[in-house]
């Protein structure tokens, strides 16, 4: 409430989240955010969909949301900068449009050299901190259950390494 006071909205605002239903206990987890947002004078209307119809409105030009919740994931490929492809001036809907960024992004992509891109993902890495372009809610959790049959199990930054699993007797 202080740091909303301090923003000049001492009474708080009002928004609206879109989201997808795709993450299991995702809408639930939503309305408890939204109830502790409210809290501090926060007033979410959430509207939660399944992810077709969130990904059409992401992607698309019917978006009317203020804020949205998705992962933020890197697998399969591992990769710092799977993140941004949803951050850009150039989307149809841009959660954040901030030219400097959109030009690291930009640069990121394009640079073949492992060093230099390393040096901007690190520089990208930086500012998208600095700027605060999302805010972790929640931590997501994956409960795995695997039968004394299997050998080679390994979960590698929530991909399963199925190459080398085997069955065995």
Not at 33 to 42: P, Q, R, T
């Amino acid at each position: 409430k202080k740091l909303l006071s301090e923003a000049g909205l001492p009474n708080g605002f009002k928004v609206i989240m879109e989201t997808s239903t795709g993450m299991a206990g995702g809408e639930e987890t939503l309305q408890i955010v939204a109830g502790d947002l409210a809290k501090v004078g926060i007033d979410v209307e959430l509207r939660a969909m399944p992810f077709s119809n969130w990904s059409k409105l992401f992607n698309g030009k019917a978006w009317e949301g203020d804020m949205t919740a998705f992962a933020m994931f890197f697998s399969p490929v591992m990769d710092a900068a799977v993140v941004f492809s949803v951050y850009g001036c150039g989307l149809p809907h841009h959660v954040v449009c901030i030219p400097e960024l959109n030009d690291l992004i930009a640069a990121q992509e394009k640079e073949m050299d492992p060093v230099k891109r390393k040096a901007l993902l690190q520089d990208l890495m930086q500012k998208s901190h600095d700027e605060v372009l999302s805010m972790p809610i929640i931590e997501g959790i994956d409960i795995t259950g695997v039968s004394k049959r299997v050998d080679g199990y390994t979960n590698w930054g929530r991909v399963v390494v199925y190459e080398n699993m085997s069955l065995n007797d």
